[in-house]
């Protein structure tokens, strides 16, 4: 995933995270929030909690990954930040892709109607 679409400053993910909307899953949550950019933008936070530096690292790639083919299903002008769960280390690529799935079907509706995002950052 090229880095024009990954949040590199900790006030962005905080700001995703505070001012948000989020959809827990099993495996991450989901939190999303407009930054009034053409481009939608994506983080991840994975925790000492999940694992060592290897298994982070290796759960980062599977994320970046997952997010990488499912890139033009996403409106522009969002930033989105998957914190991964202690659960995703056991599970396979392709649960972590259904699960995503799942979270960007509950979140679409919200993500694609602008008045759904009035009052967020952004607008």
């Not at 090229?2 to 991450?28: M, N």
């Not at 914190?83 to 079907?105: H, K, T, W």
């Given at each position: ?61 599977q994320l970046r ?59």
């Open positions: 995933m090229e880095r024009r679409y990954r949040l590199t400053h900790s006030a962005d993910f905080e700001r995703v995270r505070k001012q948000g909307r989020s959809w827990a899953q099993p495996l991450f949550v989901f939190s999303a929030s407009r930054n009034g950019l053409e481009r939608t933008r994506f983080g991840f936070i994975v925790s000492r909690r999940v694992g060592g530096a290897v298994v982070r690292n290796r759960v980062k790639r990954e997952v997010v990488r083919r499912h890139l033009g299903e996403f409106p522009p002008g969002w930033d989105v930040v998957l914190v991964a769960r202690a659960p995703i280390v056991s599970a396979q690529f392709s649960e972590i892709e259904e699960a995503f799935n799942e979270a960007l079907r509950r979140a679409g509706p919200w993500l694609a109607a602008p008045e759904a995002a009035k009052g967020l950052p952004g607008e």
